[in-house]
Each structure stands twice: as structure tokens, then as C-alpha cells.
């Protein structure tokens, strides 16, 4: 698709109302608008606005949108809205603005912290129709997506012109970039490309009373980078309808390895060695033997048995020199310990290795009826430190827990296997986690690498942070959304929210 929009953000006309009572006046059928709780009059607004396609508000139908994939809580939204376009978008807003109602913005669903869990009976926004890639610009290398576009779609779109969107989440073929946005995602090859704030050049948002406004940082531009401030918010600032990012240009070459060592511990000093060498993988990740042996049950792709861990490392660049730096890492792996460095001998080698990784999630139910993913970080050099401590956290709770890894970035995934039939096995999940996570902020880590905050993991942010950094932080989030309705309880434990949260549940999936 070619760029047949060069126009840039901020020369858009604005289309939403500035404020309620403006609302009011734009949409004449409000007029006399329903008053907080009165639902029919609202719902009839906004189909009005979405027409039928864009409004689910059947009792089972709702029930689909009643968590993403932090399954431990639940709750069923009054209403789901998909709005087609911005305009829309910003008139349902506006409207939910004008009645008083709280809102969630919702992508594919795919978060793992309940970010777009519906609390104090919000109605939920969903994505999921604003799915056009509005422009490419090959020569500036910059696509403008719409929020809903699936990540993967951007890379397929792009494509032929020898162009790749770089953040890649594992979760990429389903999750949106709105979605990614919001949590500023990353994924296997952040470790050198960086994570979505690192590729998003300007923001198409609808603030939290309907106003739509473009936030710009291309060619440093200046004032307050209020791209940087929405990316990662999680969607409590307001709602993105359309991004536009940073394209890459595909490596001349790239070559993937694939090392067996006997147990974590080899494979983290492995870790720290490559990184040491002066060697900057594309990716290196790591998976534990519990992961391998789901990942083997699964799909079969002949990982050595009895292998305690392996390291999928990726080197790409100028195809002169990449024999001798795979040379570099085959020995920095076999000096800690490896047993087999192998290099993956073509293109479908290759794409074989990435789906072991990739899918490493979906076959984790090989092994148990469900898991809880955990999410932290820690200094890449205290890797071997928190592996043991989740080796004794797993044994003190009874628990069985495998470890992928963006093993380059610090960044762990404990996935905590549980039965939710099994007394008391839920607490024992959730503490096991809480230990973790705890133990990574003492290593000088943090508490998510890429997951976000959402519900899951709100009581942990004032052992990250002091009081008066979160306060720093509740003061922004008032600036863009003053009256708390957009995505309330999530991320800040303020006073409002903890009332509100109930958490943990006794039961629950994973
Ligand atoms: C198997 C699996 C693997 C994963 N791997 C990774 C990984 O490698 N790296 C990684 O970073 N994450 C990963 N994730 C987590 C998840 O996929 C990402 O957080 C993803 O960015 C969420 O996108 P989504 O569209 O599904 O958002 P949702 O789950 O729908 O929403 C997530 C949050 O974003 C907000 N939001 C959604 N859309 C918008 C919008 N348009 N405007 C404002 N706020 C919005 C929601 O309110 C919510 O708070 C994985 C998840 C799974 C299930």
C-alpha cells in the first residue's frame, strides 16, 4: 500500500467536542442526556453513533470480554462498544463522558495483568473495527496504523518493500498495536531494537471526555514528549485510535544458534559471557527444561532429551562478519558449559527454532490445566540469582514453575503451573508470584518487563517506587483524566482503587 495520506497528524482536523456539555450540543439527540444509570437512553446514543455492528450488549455475548489472560479475576463489562473509526470513537466517549460512566479501553485481549478488566462496571471500548493501515511511507520508512491492526499485520504489510515493524511480541499474530502501545510492549528482539516507545513517532488518542488530539515526536519536536507519556500508560490516559511508527529495514543477514546446556545456571553465566564478549544479539532468550519438555510434547521439534535449558540466540547484521561472530558465541557458550551449539542450517530451520519459542506459551498446557505467567526483571548479571531463588520459591510452595526468558534483557517469565481444583494451590500461586517479583525489585530489577501493571500487580508498586513518585504519577494521570473514568482501578494503588479491587479471588484459571 502506498502513502495516500502525507498530511501529518497535526494537521487533522479535530472531529470530537471539547467538552461534555459541547458533546451535548454536537450529538443534538442528547440533548437531554441520560443521566448516570440510566443505561437504555446511553446505549441508545451510542448505537445510534456504532449502529448494530459496533454494540454487543447480549448477556452472553458480554461474558466473551470478561477478563484477557490474568484469569484470575473477573468481571463482566455492562456494555462492549466497537467503534469503526476515530469519530465514533470520540462521540461514544463523549457520551460516556456526559452520563458519567467509567470506560475501558480494549485491544485483542491478549494483556496478562488484566489491564482491560471492566471494573466499577465500566463499559468497555473494544478495538477491534479499527483495523486500517492508513498510509506507508516506504521512503520515510513510517506506516500510520489504526489501534486494532494486528502487530503481525504490519510486518505482512510492509514486507515487500523490504520493511518490518521491529517489536515483536511473542504474542504478535493476535495482539493489537493499541494494545501494544499501552503497554509498550517488547518481545524477543528488544534486546537490541528496543520496545514500542522506541518505534512509535506520533499518537492519534481520544482523551477520557471525547477531545481527539495527535501528539507528534518526530524530528524533535518540542515540548513535553507526550507520546513517551501515553506509551506504557496502559490505557488510563485515554484511548489511541491510530499510531504512527517507525519501520525497519530488514538485516542484509541473520543466523540463529541454538545452545543445550545442563541447567539455567550454565545458560545465565552464558548469557552474561555473550553480552561481556561485546556481542549485541538480535535475541537471546532462554528456555528451562520444564518449558522444553512442553514445547517437545506439543510440536516435536527434537530438542536434545534431557536437556535442563537451551539459549536461542540470533545474530543479524552485514553478512561479512556474521560467521565469525556466531564463532564468538559458540565459544562463550561452550566455555560455560554447553553440551551442543547448533546453527540453524537454513530459512526453515530457522522459522523452526522461532515457533519453538513462540509457541512456548500455548504448549505450556501439555503439562498442567493451567499456569499463572509472571513477568520481572533483574541486572542480566544477577540472572543465575533469581533463577535459584525461583528454583527454592518453587519448592518452599510446592510448586512446579518453568522459566522462559527474554534471557538478554534481565527479563524472566516464571510460569507458574497450578490446578485451580486443588485447595488452596490459586494462594499459593499468587504468593510464590509475590515472592518473585519482590525478590527482582531486591536484586534492583522491576516488577514488569512487559506485561504492565493492570490489577495483577498494584500492591507491588509502592515497594518499586516511593510515595512521593507515585504521587508524581496519580498527578498526571489526573491531568488527562480528572474525573478517574477512564480505566479506572488499575495501576495506582491511590485510596480510589483499592476499595474497589478485589484481589486475590480463591479460584481462578491462568
Ligand atoms: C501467549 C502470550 C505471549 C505474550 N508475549 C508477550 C511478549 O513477548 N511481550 C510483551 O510485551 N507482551 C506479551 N504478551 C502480553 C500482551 O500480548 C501484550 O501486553 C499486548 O501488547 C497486549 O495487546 P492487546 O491488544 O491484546 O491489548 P489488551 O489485552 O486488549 O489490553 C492491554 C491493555 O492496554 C489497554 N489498551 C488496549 N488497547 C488500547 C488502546 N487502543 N488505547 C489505550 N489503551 C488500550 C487496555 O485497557 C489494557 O490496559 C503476551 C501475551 C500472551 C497471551
Not at 186 to 215: C, M, Q
Not at 342 to 349: D, H, I, L, Q, Y
Not at 462 to 490: H, V
Request: charged fraction near 20%.
Amino acid at each position: 500500500m502506498q502513502d495516500n495520506s502525507p498530511r501529518s497528524f497535526a494537521e487533522r482536523p479535530v472531529v470530537a467536542p471539547a467538552t461534555t456539555q459541547d458533546a451535548l450540543q454536537a450529538a443534538p439527540h442528547l440533548a437531554t442526556a441520560p443521566p448516570a444509570g440510566s443505561d437504555r437512553r446511553v446505549v441508545d446514543a451510542i448505537r445510534e453513533i456504532v449502529g448494530p455492528r459496533g454494540i454487543v450488549d447480549g448477556a452472553s455475548a458480554r461474558k466473551v470480554y470478561e477478563c484477557d489472560g490474568y484469569t484470575l479475576e473477573k468481571s463482566v463489562p455492562r456494555l462492549v462498544v466497537l467503534p469503526a473509526t476515530t469519530e465514533e470513537t470520540s462521540r461514544v466517549v463523549s457520551v460516556l463522558a456526559g452520563a458519567g460512566i467509567p470506560f475501558v479501553p480494549r485491544g485483542a485481549g491478549t494483556g496478562v495483568s488484566g489491564g482491560c478488566l471492566p471494573l466499577q462496571s465500566a463499559v468497555m471500548i473494544g478495538t477491534s473495527r479499527l483495523r486500517r493501515i492508513r498510509s506507508i511511507d516506504v521512503e520515510a520508512r513510517t506506516a500510520e496504523v489504526e489501534a486494532g491492526v494486528v502487530n503481525l499485520e504490519v510486518s505482512r504489510a510492509v514486507d515487500a518493500h523490504g520493511l518490518y515493524y521491529a517489536p515483536d511480541p511473542s504474542s504478535q499474530s493476535a495482539c493489537s498495536i493499541g494494545g501494544n502501545v499501552a503497554e509498550n510492549s517488547g518481545g524477543p528482539h528488544t534486546l537490541k531494537y528496543g520496545v514500542t516507545v522506541n518505534h512509535v513517532l506520533a499518537l492519534e488518542v481520544v482523551l477520557p471526555d471525547g477531545r481527539v488530539i495527535w501528539l507528534d515526536r518526530e524530528y524533535d519536536a518540542p515540548g513535553y514528549d507526550l507520546v513517551g507519556i501515553f506509551t506504557g500508560s496502559e490505557g488510563t490516559l485515554g484511548l489511541v485510535t491510530a499510531a504512527r511508527v517507525r519501520l525497519m529495514r530488514k538485516p542484509e543477514s541473520v543466523t540463529t544458534l541454538l545452545a543445550v546446556f545442563p541447567g539455567v545456571a550454565q545458560a545465565s553465566r552464558a548469557v552474561s559471557a555473550i553480552i561481556a564478549a561485546g556481542i549485541i544479539p538480535a535475541a537471546l532468550e532462554m528456555m528451562d527444561a520444564l518449558v522444553i519438555e512442553a514445547v517437545e510434547a506439543a510440536y516435536h521439534f527434537g530438542f536434545p532429551a534431557g536437556a535442563g535449558a537451551v539459549l536461542l540466540i540470533e545474530l543479524d547484521g552485514i553478512a561479512a562478519g556474521l560467521d565469525a561472530l556466531a564463532a564468538r558465541v559458540h565459544d562463550c557458550c561452550t566455555r560455560e558449559g554447553a553440551s551442543e551449539v547448533k546453527r540453524a542450517a537454513g530459512e526453515e530451520e530457522r522459522a523452526l527454532l522461532w515457533k519453538s519459542r513462540k509457541r512456548a506459551f500455548g504448549a505450556m498446557g501439555r503439562l498442567a490445566p493451567a499456569y499463572c505467567t509472571q513477568d520481572g526483571v533483574v541486572p542480566r548479571s544477577r540472572l543465575p540469582e533469581i533463577v535459584a531463588k525461583i528454583a527454592e520459591v518453587a519448592s518452599r510452595y510446592h510448586l512446579r514453575i518453568a522459566n522462559l526468558m527474554h534471557a538478554g534483557d534481565g527479563n524472566i517469565h516464571p510460569l507458574v503451573l497450578y490446578d485451580e481444583d486443588v485447595p488452596g494451590e490459586v494462594e499459593r500461586v499468587l504468593a510464590a508470584g509475590n515472592e518473585i517479583l519482590t525478590a527482582c525489585i531486591e536484586l534492583g530489577g522491576s516488577i514488569t518487563g512487559e506485561h504492565g501493571i493492570g490489577i495483577e500487580k498494584m500492591a507491588l508498586m509502592p515497594k518499586s517506587f516511593t510515595a512521593p513518585t507515585l504521587a508524581a504519577m496519580e498527578d498526571i494521570r489526573t491531568a488527562f483524566n480528572p474525573r478517574g473514568l477512564c480505566n479506572p482501578g488499575k495501576i495506582l494503588p491511590s485510596s480510589r482503587t483499592c476499595v474497589e479491587v478485589r484481589r486475590p479471588r480463591p479460584r481462578g484459571g491462568g
